[in-house]
């Protein structure tokens, strides 16, 4: 499984060379980024891999381990562990480890800021894209003098890797954008998740999710030649910033959103974006 999960995130990375720097939305197709495990089920003694990936529809280009703009880099299993002393900087494989039990492992990290400058019309677009009205609608109040989309955007990305004990995966991480479950995902049943941004309910943001099929052993297909495909499902968070979407089959899962606020530093830039994801795959039905 090892040569076969590094195998994917290789070739993931060498298309990300040939079509260029990963990680950058851009306004014709924004880009989501997630936590990819070697395996998504783990038992007492496996050793797990974690690497990330970037793309559209769930299909994506290796991106690798920025240690510099790393914030935060944590396993939540049967002990909390900061996995950032055994990273190395710009490796493909973002994390290994050995699972101390068979209860699962949540996974998350934060990335520091990176800047972006867009034209005013393809920064409206992806705005309206990714479903941020506010932002949108300040813009639109400023018409032709809004100018060109300047931002800065962190991740915030976490993957559930199952086991015996489900409520795991509902442990709030402290990531500055956040969607936490508030069940244990399961086929077959409506999964309710808490968006929180700084720790509070977050009401009315867009969330968006993403399936696609499972190789074996629970592992991902190989991200850079599966196709790519619209989301499954979509839904807004209501007032406590929980938003309901039905699992509907078995197979790799991506919810992700995003939220832009005023930038609080306006020398660096307008706007400041970040894109929160979860990645897991469900109990199949009994």
């Known amino acids: 499984m090892k040569r076969t999960f590094r195998q994917r995130v290789i070739q993931g990375a060498m298309l990300a060379a040939a079509f ?5 939305p851009r306004a014709a197709g924004a880009h989501e980024f997630w936590l990819s495990p070697s395996s998504y089920r783990q038992s007492k ?12 529809g769930f299909r994506g280009e290796g991106s690798p381990y920025a240690a510099p703009r790393t914030r935060s880099f944590e396993l939540l299993g049967a002990k909390k562990l900061d996995l950032r002393p055994a990273t190395l900087n710009g490796e493909l494989v973002f ?16 990335s520091g800021f990176t800047r972006l400058t867009l034209p005013a019309s393809d920064f409206d677009r992806y705005l309206e ?12 109040k400023l018409g032709a003098g809004a100018g060109d989309g300047r931002e800065r955007y962190a991740r915030c990305a976490k993957t559930w890797i199952g086991g015996g004990d489900g409520r795991r995966a509902l442990r709030a991480a402290g990531l500055t954008l956040e969607v936490v479950p508030l069940d244990a995902p399961s086929v ?21 999710a993403w399936c696609a099929p499972l190789g074996r052993g629970w592992a991902p297909r190989n991200e850079a030649v599966r196709d790519s495909a619209g ?10 910033g929980i938003a ?10 991506l919810i992700g959103v995003v939220h ?27």
């Open 231 to 240: 989301p499954r499902a979509q839904a807004r968070g209501d007032r406590e």
């Open 244 to 253: 309901t979407i039905p699992i509907s089959g078995v197979g790799e899962w």
């Open 95 to 110: 994390a290994r480890f050995i699972g101390a039990d068979a209860g699962g492992a949540l996974v998350a990290y934060e």
């Open 188 to 208: 077959g049943s409506p999964l309710r998740v808490r968006v929180l941004f700084r720790g509070k309910p977050l009401a009315g943001a867009l969330v968006r």
């Open 129 to 140: 894209l990714e479903g941020l009205t506010q932002p949108r609608a300040a813009r639109a």
């Open 45 to 56: 003694g496996d050793t797990l891999e974690i690497a990330a990936f970037v793309g559209t």
């Open 20 to 24: 260029g720097a990963a990680g950058q």
């Open 260 to 286: 832009m606020v005023p930038c609080r530093e306006r020398e660096a830039a307008d706007w400041e974006s970040y894109w929160a994801s979860l990645t897991f795959a469900p109990e199949p039905l009994r």
